[in-house]
């Protein structure tokens, strides 16, 4: 890897990029800002409360330009969603109106976040069991195609396996190709799961040792 890429822990000033490239990657692997009116809704949901509550299971790779790129998780997945209902989504659940007045086909990509922030879909049961721990990656274009993904990977690994984690899943958007094919060469599998072919989320997992 180049010198001039670090991968380091998570630190409070990474906090805005990390906001700007949950954005900047939220479009299916592409830019969503022409999508969203409010540019920190997708960070609300995909890295903000990682990096607050869970900090040493977030990392960030940093080149000359900047922090371009975090890997954030938690081990348990199903005790994580609690947490936030206990200790994230309610402040958000004030500052966003609750969109469900609003028929599903018109909601803006605003209000189909906030929805998501009122009404958390929980991972499904089956997939916590085979793997517990989750975790969310994400890189600027800048850093993409050169490795850094697997090594970013590596990195939170190896820190998870730190904490006695020993398989973890992804939810990856169906129409982000790029995604799924970087995640099917890094070992993560498709489990047999009863619905798996329906909705937009395609669960992947996998096992280290």
Not at 8 to 13: C, I, L, T
Request: charged letters at 25%; a neutral charge; aromatic letters at 10%.
């Amino acid at each position: 890897m180049d010198r001039s890429i670090a991968i380091r822990r998570f630190e409070a000033d990474d906090l805005d990029a990390c906001y700007a490239i949950s954005l900047a990657t939220g479009f299916a692997g592409a830019d969503a800002s022409h999508l969203y009116r409010d540019p920190r809704l997708m960070g609300h949901i995909y890295v903000a409360p990682y990096a607050l509550l869970e900090p040493t299971l977030a990392l960030v790779v940093e080149d000359r330009d900047g922090v371009a790129g975090f890997a954030v998780g938690a081990a348990d997945t199903v005790a994580w969603e609690g947490r936030l209902e206990r200790q994230w989504w309610p402040a958000l659940r004030r500052r966003y109106p609750d969109p469900s007045d609003v028929p599903p086909e018109i909601q803006t990509a605003d209000q189909r976040r906030a929805f998501m922030i009122h009404y958390p879909t929980p991972t499904p049961a089956a997939v916590v069991a085979s793997f517990p721990a989750h975790l969310h990656l994400n890189l600027l274009p800048r850093l993409q195609r050169r490795r850094i993904g697997s090594k970013l990977l590596d990195a939170w690994c190896q820190a998870a396996s730190g904490r006695g984690m020993r398989a973890t899943h992804v939810g990856v958007n169906r129409a982000n190709e790029g995604a799924i094919r970087f995640w099917q060469a890094r070992g993560f599998e498709t489990p047999a799961l009863e619905g798996q072919t329906a909705g937009r989320t395609l669960w992947m997992g996998r096992e280290w040792q």
